[in-house]
Every structure is written in structure tokens, then in C-alpha cells.
């Protein structure tokens, strides 16, 4: 036990991890755990899950929104005309037929950058997240199931790693690399941004864990890693899921600042790196408005569009919460 | 509640140890002399190099063993005094600092607390109001999907390049110095307006969303129901529900603390606006690492410090917390 | 929470504001009872920028590369001047000075000059601060490796005498460094004069140091100045040197007239100046390239490594590479591509037209593969490879953040690719970089290190500088090229009387062959001497069409170089 209030009380309401915006559905989750067995009950309403799914508005204007981008993500680096970074001599041009968002200081394609641009927030998203994701849950199963010293070792570290400035880490690691990559910069955005999540699934697990299916698999002899596996994890399924989302949309806006001071990746384009690039090169005194509208425009979309997806997933997992 | 406080004292004074040992790591971790950088802009000439090198490499403490330089480092520490700047030679770390961090918390402070409340509040009425609630998802949504800089840079661009209603850059105008005149008040208020603006509207619609979204939980709760089924009146249950949904927001705050310094730091760089942050970037662009450690050094106190706080405020705020830690005494 | 919660939030917001502006005006208002204005009248004040990119903290002159804008020229003051654009020395605190004989040199001071805190300017000055530079952390402690003693036999008179005098580099202290004031330089200790703050300088010049925050400098004019009596005089009654923000920040600045003078590299600004209306602002030239140059920058191998150390793979590089191309897609052509020997346009005189027709180079990629195919290098998809079949591939580095050259370098290397060079550009850290530098571990590396100065004896010491150390940590050499024969003649040009034009063109002819023929670095293009500024409060600066025709800069190393002239060629606008 940490000693928190949160263990004090049964309900294991306050304490609990929420962060503000969408990430404070979790909390409600974790006040109404599913019940036991709702897992496979869950499958046999599968049906009507989905017919709450396709009538939930948020959810299908959410996925629409991330459906096309991440289409355009895809497979708009197969319709442009320009290589993203190629130089050419028609520099700062409004957009136009050739040119369907302009050029940047340089004749740069900003279509054919913000298309690519897309693919890098995509795979930061998937990446970064989802690391962040897997290493939030090994934390937060572990503190959660086993509590005790285990529980007290990792609540240590995520407090350390919510205090310390994730930038300065950044700068180090980033200094001995000669180039900084895609990949560098979702792993790192991984590696570092799980601490809120690895919180919400502990004090999940923390409930979960005292439930009666749980101290069955226990008894039945089974090992701590399966019961884990197959009893709490399942349970808490669709709350996994949320946090991913949630995560993902937390890496692209990471990165997007990363990018803009100037941290971001040597060797990709990314929409950070757009609007970074259009700020050093004067965008804004010189009306260049096309250079860094549309990767703000494409983050917040993106972004967004997940939260939305994520409450409306929310409320057709929840049925309480569907609209009246 | 004395054991709640010593066992949260301990946790924080640990995580302090680790963070100040990890800040004093920075600069020596970093590839490259920070002296031969400094010393590469001077024009030299071959020969006096070495006694040039000598005398900085003495005016930091270089030429000490490392485990001596770490207790130095403590040791300066606990007397306030967090080094000399190497790009800003010999100004004291501490001296460039203080200027900066006031900046910061004008910045900060009224954003986090004023963007909180109104979030909170706004909210709260959109929960369960058709109309208000499908203007307020939407803005909410949006505005907490946007990242810090591209607003800035939306409003700079806007507000203070096109149109020229609000200066774009600095704390204050250059054209004044510093002075208890109205003159220099309006000055540095109207400089500090949009990077406020900006913290205060990300973090607003996230605050809005998150209250809505928990009010509603606490609005289909049993009790609730509860409450409606006895006639209680409608304002009554939504009072109950708004107070329950603070307790989240409230550690919500607690964690979102890095996230909001973080977006203060891009915030400030994107409006030149002499802060921590923008101070970051002048240390990362100029390898100033005695600068940077100086300034996380500060960011991490005043990060604990917060958590701490707002440790505090939960207790007072919760009475289910203080008559658990009574039972526990 | 009803109508008391919203109050007393409301409550502790103003209350929170009311310390905050409180804390912040104790903090940023000067502590010393000194009689600051609390505003610059718009029309007594020159603002700058372009120097500074950090809290001025240092008003010490050997603090070359760091002390606030105007430390040296402004507040202190030289011997001479030097004017580059007519290759004459400004005699300035000194009256004059002359070689009396090989080895002696004499200087006569100018009469009446005071410090500021009234002590009068003596020969006594001159000698405590040339005597500075036997202390060996002193920047210019070099000389005393060739002057044997100085003297005063009067108050207005210092009589250097040399071992064996090296005109050239002597000729570039007279300008470069400032006399100091022994009556207060004199109780520094020998580490103290090179670490010191000096944050209340006393000097001679101009303008005196008002305040210093981190946000801007402030100078004021010094209303004693001595150079008013020989008919200069400077109008600005204040200068605030602007610390540089981001450009776009600048240029919004430079644009609404807040700035009067910026010495920043401004993308884009070409445009802005042919553009319709101007938006006011001027350049020195009105068509391309705009700027002035300040210094080259080179393609500089590393010729301790294959295939670099070959003359001819460096010879094919230089004819793969199209400076025009950098110069107009990169900076929008405020640049200029330079000539094959690196010599700055202010050095035309001693460019050898002769020498450049025979060994010189020009953009030719077919003439780059036919070099390389020559020298035995095949070819092999796409790209040459060593004659033992060995891939070539080489890294081309800039420091991280320099956006200009890293778009250079990417247009370099993709040049390069193109005629079967395999490049790849990366951008380490500045201290990674100039520790490859310093180490000789990099390929190829982009530097402009050696500046604009008198005596092209500068940019020879930065190619040929010998020996070679293990760490080239004075910053000269990078490319470690080894030629006793060059660094004679290198210090041959030194000991050249910078009155014999014709010795000095002669032995520079010869370096020029040496460097066009070996081609130890590739001179690119000339950085431009970044320069824009804004007639709506002042008026009268320089341009090549009209009569100033001073450097119109604030950088480090400027002011004597005639920046403080175009300061008193300024007039207010109305």
C-alpha cells in the first residue's frame, strides 16, 4: 500500500489518475468496474454494440474525420507531383492548380509535405502510443496486482518521470545522435508519456484484483502473469482501448512540439517541422499563411477526431452514458 | 494525517534527490566542451589557448573530480546559488533565472487557475444540455486538440502581424524600461495578453470536456437517481454531482502540471515572451547547459511544489480523505 | 460555489497579478539609485539588433566573442580605424602612427581625450594595455612573441619597438583591440582582466553603458566625446541594442519601424525590398545581392582521410557544386557565389586575374566526372567509387539549427550527388561539430570562421596555419593541410609592410596558385554582411548610390571598422 487515500477507500474513487479532456472518462469507468464475466456477455450483445455504434454521432463523425486523414495519409504521397522537400524556383507561391497549397520559402510542395507530414503524425501516433500504452499497462498491472514493494517502486519512478522535465532528457539523448529519426522520436515519446496511464490501470487492477473471479483463478493455482492475462486484463478491455486513443492523440501533439523547438526528426517531414520551418523562415511576416495553416489545421483534425471517436466509443461501451 | 503527510514528504523529497542528481548529469553528459564552445567564438590566436582554457576551466570548477563537483553542486544548491551562465559569462545563473520565472508564473498562474474554474463551471452547464452542450463538445474538442504553438501562431498571425491590435514579441516594449508607471503596466499587461490567451483557451476546452464528461457519470449515478426519485430539486442533485466531479479534476491538475509547462515553453518561444521557456530555447540554441540545468532545476521544484499543493487541497476539498486518515490514526 | 467563491477567485487573480507585476518590476528595475529614464523618446533613440542573442553580461573587451554590443567602438575605443571598403586606416585615439624605423613603430596620441570619469587618456594607457598581453589567458598575447618592449616618453607618445615585426597582424591589433584605463584596469588581478564583468565601463568612446536587462541593452551618448572636437558627432541620444528573438519576431520589427537597424540574417528579405512599396526598407545595395560581405564560407575536407586528401576528388568537388544555385534558392540571392580564391570582394586588388584564369574553377559537373574518371576513381551505380573498388561515402556536416546552411548543405550534397559524389548532409550539435572540427574526425564541413579584416594575411592564417596539433583548437587548419612552403609564405606576407602593396600582392599571387591548385578548402559563396534598415526615424545610412558609404553594422568587431562613422552620418527623419 502507498499510503495514498485513494487505498484507504473502498470506492477507490479520489487519488485515482484523470486527465482532463477525455482522458477523464477513465475515471468514471474505474467508479463502476465492469461487473465479472462481462467480457464474454459482452460478446453476445456484440450486435446491439453495434447497432448503438453506427447511431452514436460522435463516434461517426470522430472515425469519419480520422478515417480521411489517415487515407490521405496513406495514399496521398502516391498523388503528388513533388518530392516533399525538393527545391524549385517558384518560392513562396499561394496555392494554386500546380501547387494545391502553395510553396514554401524554398518551392517546397506544402501539400506534398503536409501529406507526408500526416503519415509521420500517424506513425508517431501508433508507435508512440502504443509503446506508451504497452509500458503503461506492465507498470500498472504490476503495481496494481502484486502492490507492496513492486507497487511502491513503480508509483516512485511514474512520480519521478511526471516531474522531470521529459526535454532535458530529450536534449542529452538527442545530442549523441547525429541524426534523430522517425522512429527515435515515437519511441521516446513512448517511453516517456505512459505515467498517467500506468496510474489509471493500476488503481484499476487495484479493484479488480480483490474481486471474487480473480482470488477463483487464483486458488485454481494459476499463474499471476495468466490471471492477469485473462481475468483483469479482459475485463478492463474497452478501457484499454480508450486509453490508447487517448495516448496516440497525446504522441502527435507531443511530437508537434517536440518538432517546433527545433528537437524533431533530421531526416522526415513532419507537421511540427512545417510550422517550426515556417516560423524560421519568416512565414509570418510574409503572409505565407498556407505554410502553417494547414499542419496546425491537420493536428487538431486528427487529434480532435480521436477524442471525439473516444467519447463516443465511450457511451456506446457505457450505456448509461448514451444520449438520451 | 501526520503519517499521509510524512509518507507523501518522503516520496517528494526522494523524487527531488533524483531529479537534482539527473539536472546535474545534463551538462556533463552533453558531447563537446562547453568551454571550447565558448571559446570558439572568441578570436584567438595559437598559443595562449591553453592559458585561456585554464582560467575558464577554474572559474567552473572543471579541474575538480567529479564526486567533488556533485557535492559543490549540493552544497551551492542549498545556498541558492545554481552556477554561472557559460553563454552569458560570468552572469549568475540564478540572476538570469529571476527575471524569467516571474514571467512564467504572470503566465502561468492565472492561466492554469482561471482556465480551470471556467472550464469547470462551463461544463458543468453543458452537461446534459442539449444546446449548450452541442456548442460546448465541439469548441471543447477542438480547442483541447490544438497544439499550444499553432494557436499562438494563429493569434500572433491574426491578432498582432495582420491586424495589429497586440504587440507580437518581448514582456514588455522596448521602448520602456522598468517602472511603476502606468505607462509600462499597460505595456507589459498587453504583452502578456495573447500568450495568456492562448494557455488559457487549450486549457480551457480540456477542462470543460473533462468536467462534462464526469458530471454526466455522477448525473446517471445511482444517488442521483436516487435524489430524483425522492423530488429532490434538479439545482440540488447537479450541486451534489459538480462537487464529486471536482475531486477528478483536481488530480486531473496534479498530472497535467508537465503538460501545461510544456505548452507554456512553446507558448513563450512562439511570442518571444522572456519566460522560462523562452529561456530554454535561448540556452538550447546558445549549449548554455549551466542555464538549462538552472532552469529545470526550477521547473522541478515548482512542479513538486504544485503537486504538493494541490495534495493538500484534495485532502481539504474530499471529507471522505480526512475521515479515512483519522480512522487510520 | 456561489457568488463569495467567484469573488475571492476573482479576489486572489488580482491578487496574484498585483504581486506578480510588483515582483517583476522589483526584479527588473535597475537596484542602483542611477537615473534611468522610464522611456526612450522614439526620436532620440536608435534601436539594433543582430549581436546579441543572450542576457548581455559582460563589458569586457577580452571577451571578444561575448561582451555586450558596442563594448569595443563605442564605449572603448581603438588607435585606428579601419575602413575596408577603401582599405584605409582612420587614425582615432592615436594622431598618427609610423614606422620611424624596420623595427620601431610610433604612436602620437591624439590630445585632450578623457575617460569618462574625467582622468585624461595618456601614452601611459597605451603601454599598461599593450603590457596586458603578457598575460598569457589575454586574447591578443600573441604579439609579444614579436615586440620586444614599449615605451612612453611622454604622455602622448608610445614607442613599440619589435623583434622581428609582423606588419600585417600588427597592423590588426591598432584596430582591433581598444585601450583600456589603467588607473582601473590596473587593480585587476591576471585572471580577473579575462573573466571580469567589467559592468561599469569606463571608456573614451561615444557612448557610455546605461542598462543592461535581458531583454535589450541600452547605451547613451556620452556628451564629453573628444571626436566632436575633429568634427564628428553622433545624434542618437540613446542606442537600444535589441536581444534577437526569433526572425519572424525581428522581422515584424524591422517592418513596423520599432527596430531602425537590424543585423539579422532575414530570410526572405529580398522580396520584401523589391516587393511593391518596399515597406520602407533599405538595403546598402537596392538590387541583389543587397548586402555587403562579410566573410566566405568554405567547403572545407578533411585531408588526413581518402579520398579527400586527393587534390583531384577535391578539384571535381569544386566543379560539381553551383554556388549560383545556393545563392538564389537558398538565400533569394543575397548572396553572392565567390570567387575561386576565397578573397572577399573588399580584397580585389590582390586577386591575381592571371592566376584565377589558369587554375580557377567554375560550375561543371560533366568536367567533375571526367577529373574523377582521370584520376582513376570508377563508377560504379550511379556513384564514383575509390580505384580499389572501395564506396565512397562521406558526411557533410553544418551545426544543427543554422537553417540557412543546413538548406545549403542539402543542396550541396544533392549537387554532388548528382556528378557521382556520395554526400549525405547532417546536423550535429554546435559543440559536436566543432569537436569533430577540432579533432579532425568530420568529412567535409561548411566554416566561415576567418572574418573581414585588413590584411588577407587573416584568411591565409585560417588555410595554411602550421603546425598541425593533435586538437586544432585555435580554430585554424580544420582542413589539415600541411605545406611548410605555403606557411612561408604565409608568414612572409606578415613580415610585409602593409604600405608595399606590391610585396603583398606578389606573395598572395603565389597562395592563390597554392590554393587553387591544391584547393586545400573550396571557397562557396560570401555570407553577406546582414544589414536592413527602416528611414522613419533616421535617416542617412549608408547605400552604394549615395555618400555614406560605411559599414552599416553593429556585430562584434564592426563599430571600428567605420560602423561608429555611419553612426554619425545618421540625421532624425523630420
Known amino acids: 500500500m502507498l499510503g495514498l487515500p485513494s487505498d484507504a477507500t473502498p470506492e477507490g474513487a479520489p487519488g485515482e489518475p484523470v486527465v482532463p479532456g477525455p482522458a477523464t472518462e477513465k475515471v468514471a469507468h474505474a467508479k463502476r468496474p465492469p461487473a465479472p464475466g462481462r467480457g464474454p456477455r459482452e460478446l453476445s450483445v456484440g450486435g446491439e454494440l453495434i447497432y448503438f455504434a453506427v447511431r452514436n454521432r460522435k463516434l461517426v463523425v470522430g472515425t469519419s474525420i480520422v478515417m480521411v486523414f489517415l487515407l490521405f495519409a496513406l495514399f496521398g504521397p502516391l498523388l503528388v507531383r513533388h518530392p516533399p522537400n525538393q527545391f524549385s524556383s517558384a518560392a513562396a507561391a499561394p496555392p494554386s492548380v500546380e501547387h494545391w497549397f502553395g510553396t514554401t520559402q524554398f518551392g517546397q510542395d506544402v501539400f506534398s509535405q503536409f501529406v507526408y507530414g500526416l503519415r509521420a503524425s500517424f506513425l508517431i501516433g501508433v508507435l508512440g502510443g502504443g509503446l506508451a500504452a504497452v509500458i503503461g499497462m506492465i507498470v500498472g498491472f504490476s503495481a496494481g496486482y502484486w502492490g507492496g514493494i513492486v507497487d511502491e517502486t513503480l508509483s516512485m519512478l511514474t512520480n519521478i518521470l511526471l516531474v522531470i ?4 532528457l530529450l536534449l542529452i539523448i538527442g545530442a549523441y545522435l547525429s541524426a534523430r529519426s522517425l522512429l527515435f522520436e515515437a519511441i521516446f515519446i513512448g517511453l516517456t508519456s505512459w505515467p498517467w496511464a500506468a496510474r489509471a490501470i493500476r488503481a484499476q487492477t487495484f479493484s479488480l484484483r480483490t474481486r471474487e473471479f480473480v482470488g477463483m483463478a487464483r486458488l485454481s493455482g494459476e499463474r499471476d502473469v495468466k490471471i492477469i492475462m485473462r481475468e483483469i486484463a479482459p475485463n478492463m478491455s474497452s478501457y484499454l482501448f480508450l486509453m490508447f486513443i487517448l495516448l496516440f492523440g497525446g504522441a502527435v501533439l507531443i511530437a508537434a512540439s517536440y518538432d517546433f523547438l527545433g528537437l524533431g526528426p533530421t531526416d522526415a517531414t513532419s507537421l511540427g517541422l512545417m510550422m517550426n520551418q515556417a516560423v524560421l523562415w519568416n512565414a509570418l511576416q510574409l503572409h505565407v499563411w498556407w505554410w502553417f495553416i494547414p499542419p496546425g489545421l491537420g493536428i487538431v483534425a486528427i487529434v480532435g477526431g480521436l477524442y471525439v471517436m473516444n467519447v463516443g466509443l465511450d457511451e456506446v461501451f457505457n450505456p448509461r452514458l448514451r444520449e438520451l | 494525517m501526520r503519517r499521509y503527510f510524512g509518507r507523501k514528504l518522503l ?11 539527473i539536472d546535474w548529469v545534463i551538462p556533463r553528459l552533453m558531447p563537446g566542451n562547453p568551454i571550447k564552445g565558448l571559446l570558439a567564438k572568441f578570436s584567438l590566436q595559437p598559443g595562449g589557448y591553453d592559458a585561456i582554457y585554464n582560467v575558464y576551466s577554474r572559474a567552473f570548477g572543471f579541474d575538480l573530480p567529479w564526486w567533488k563537483q556533485y557535492l559543490n553542486f549540493w552544497d551551492a544548491l542549498v545556498h541558492g546559488n545554481l552556477g554561472i551562465s557559460i553563454y552569458s559569462y560570468p552572469l549568475p545563473v540564478r540572476t538570469i533565472i529571476a527575471h524569467s520565472v516571474l514571467y512564467s508564473l504572470a503566465l502561468l498562474l492565472p492561466a492554469i487557475l482561471l482556465s480551470w474554474y471556467a472550464g469547470n463551471k462551463v461544463g458543468a452547464l453543458a452537461a446534459r444540455r442539449k444546446i449548450l452542450d452541442n456548442t460546448v463538445l465541439p469548441i471543447g474538442y477542438t480547442l483541447t486538440a490544438t497544439p499550444y ?8 498571425f491574426l491578432l498582432a502581424s495582420e491586424a495589429h491590435w497586440l504587440p507580437i514579441s518581448g514582456g514588455y516594449s522596448y521602448s520602456l524600461q522598468p517602472s511603476f508607471t502606468w505607462q509600462f503596466i499597460w505595456s507589459l499587461l498587453a504583452h502578456w495578453f495573447l500568450p495568456f490567451l492562448t494557455l488559457f483557451l487549450v486549457g480551457f476546452g480540456g477542462w470543460a470536456i473533462g468536467m462534462r464528461n464526469v458530471i454526466i457519470y455522477e448525473l446517471e449515478a445511482d444517488y442521483s437517481h436516487y435524489l430524483q426519485a425522492l423530488g429532490a430539486p434538479q439545482r440540488l442533485i447537479r450541486r451534489y454531482a459538480f462537487r464529486n466531479a471536482l475531486l477528478p479534476q483536481i488530480t486531473g491538475l496534479a498530472l497535467q502540471l508537465g503538460v501545461i509547462v510544456g505548452g507554456a515553453v512553446v507558448t513563450e518561444i512562439a511570442f518571444s515572451y522572456p519566460g522560462l521557456g523562452y529561456l530554454i530555447l535561448q540556452a538550447i540554441q546558445n549549449q548554455d547547459y549551466f542555464l538549462l540545468q538552472g532552469i529545470f532545476l526550477f521547473i522541478i521544484i515548482g512542479v513538486l511544489v504544485a503537486n504538493f499543493l494541490i495534495d493538500i487541497a484534495y485532502v481539504l476539498v474530499d471529507p471522505r480523505t480526512r475521515v479515512g486518515m483519522q480512522g487510520a490514526q | 460555489m456561489g457568488m463569495n467563491a467567484r469573488r475571492s477567485a476573482v479576489g486572489i487573480l488580482s491578487a496574484i497579478s498585483a504581486v506578480a507585476i510588483t515582483a517583476t518590476l522589483l526584479v527588473t528595475a535597475p537596484v542602483s539609485g542611477q537615473n534611468i529614464p522610464t522611456s526612450f523618446p522614439r526620436n532620440e533613440t536608435l534601436y539594433t539588433s543582430g549581436t546579441q542573442y543572450g ?6 573587451p577580452m571577451q571578444n566573442g561575448s561582451y555586450g554590443t558596442g563594448t569595443v567602438g563605442l564605449i572603448y575605443e581603438t588607435l585606428f580605424l579601419y575602413n575596408p571598403m577603401n582599405n584605409k586606416f582612420v587614425p582615432w585615439l ?8 624596420k623595427t620601431t613603430y610610433t604612436i602620437k596620441l591624439r590630445s585632450g581625450i578623457n575617460w569618462t570619469d574625467g582622468q585624461p587618456l595618456t601614452a601611459q594607457d597605451v603601454v599598461f594595455t599593450l603590457e596586458l598581453g603578457k598575460i598569457p589567458a589575454v586574447p591578443y598575447s600573441n604579439i609579444w612573441t614579436f615586440i620586444k618592449s614599449v615605451q612612453a616618453p611622454d604622455n602622448q607618445t608610445v614607442v613599440v619597438n619589435f623583434k622581428t615585426p609582423e606588419y600585417q597582424q600588427w597592423a590588426n591589433w591598432l584596430y582591433a583591440w581598444p585601450i583600456l584605463p589603467q588607473h582601473i584596469w590596473s587593480k585587476y588581478s591576471s585572471t580577473d582582466v579575462v573573466t571580469t564583468a567589467n559592468a561599469n565601463p569606463v571608456g573614451t568612446g561615444a557612448y557610455t553603458l546605461l542598462t543592461a536587462n535581458q531583454q535589450e541593452e541600452v547605451l547613451e551618448k556620452n556628451p564629453h566625446w573628444w571626436a566632436n572636437s575633429i568634427g564628428y558627432s ?8 535589441i536581444v534577437n528573438g526569433s526572425n519572424n519576431v525581428v522581422l515584424g520589427q524591422v517592418l513596423s519601424g520599432q527596430i531602425d537597424l537590424s543585423n539579422n540574417f532575414l530570410p526572405g528579405i529580398a522580396k520584401l525590398i523589391s516587393g511593391i512599396g518596399g515597406y520602407g526598407l533599405k538595403t546598402y545595395y537596392s538590387k541583389a545581392p543587397y548586402m555587403l560581405s562579410a566573410n566566405t564560407a568554405w567547403l572545407v575536407p578533411n585531408l588526413s582521410k581518402a579520398p579527400l586528401n586527393d587534390p583531384n576528388f577535391r578539384k571535381a568537388m569544386a566543379y560539381a557544386i553551383n554556388p549560383k544555385a545556393i545563392a538564389s534558392q537558398v538565400y533569394g540571392d543575397i548572396v553572392t557565389p565567390a570567387n575561386p580564391t576565397g578573397l572577399l570582394p573588399t580584397w580585389n586588388q590582390y586577386i591575381d586575374k592571371s592566376v584565377v584564369a589558369k587554375y580557377g574553377f567554375s560550375y561543371n559537373p560533366t568536367k567533375a566526372r571526367q577529373i574523377l574518371t582521370q584520376a582513376g576513381y570508377k563508377l560504379k551505380n550511379g556513384f564514383f567509387t575509390m580505384p580499389s573498388g572501395k564506396a565512397i561515402n562521406l558526411s557533410l556536416i553544418v551545426p544543427y539549427g543554422w537553417t540557412d546552411w543546413m538548406a545549403a548543405i542539402d543542396l550541396i550534397s544533392s549537387q554532388l550527388k548528382a556528378a557521382g559524389i556520395n554526400v549525405t548532409a547532417s546536423y550535429p550539435q554546435y559543440p559536436a561539430r566543432l569537436t569533430a572540427l577540432q579533432n579532425g574526425t568530420f568529412d567535409l564541413a561548411i566554416t566561415n570562421d576567418a572574418q573581414i579584416s585588413n590584411t588577407p594575411w587573416t584568411y591565409y592564417q585560417y588555410m595554411f596555419n602550421l603546425p598541425i596539433r593533435k586538437v586544432q583548437n585555435a580554430n585554424l587548419n580544420f582542413e589539415r593541410f600541411n605545406s611548410p612552403a605555403a606557411w612561408n609564405l604565409v608568414s612572409q606576407l606578415n613580415a610585409t609592410p602593409t604600405t608595399n602593396t606590391a610585396a603583398m600582392k606578389s606573395v598572395i599571387s603565389k597562395l592563390e596558385q597554392i590554393s587553387l591548385q591544391q584547393l586545400p578548402m573550396i571557397p562557396l559563396w560570401y555570407n553577406g554582411m ?3 534598415y527602416t528611414s522613419s526615424t533616421w ?36
Open chain 3, 539 to 574: 535617416t542617412g545610412w549608408p547605400s552604394a548610390s549615395g555618400s555614406n558609404h560605411y559599414l552599416p553594422m553593429t556585430w562584434r568587431g564592426y563599430w571600428n571598422m567605420t560602423g561608429l562613422l555611419m553612426l554619425t552620418k545618421l540625421r532624425p527623419a523630420s
Open chain 2, 149 to 156: 504553438m499553432w494557436l499562438a501562431l494563429l493569434l500572433a
Open chain 1, 165 to 168: 522535465p521529459t526535454l532535458a
Open chain 3, 530 to 532: 546582414w544589414a536592413q
Open chain 3, 55 to 60: 542576457t548581455p553580461s559582460s563589458w569586457n
Open chain 2, 11 to 21: 516520496t517528494y523529497l526522494l523524487t527531488f534527490v533524483l531529479a537534482v542528481t
Open chain 3, 94 to 101: 592615436a594622431k598618427s602612427g609610423t614606422w620611424t624605423n
Open chain 3, 234 to 241: 553622433v545624434k542618437p541620444q540613446y542606442i537600444v541594442d
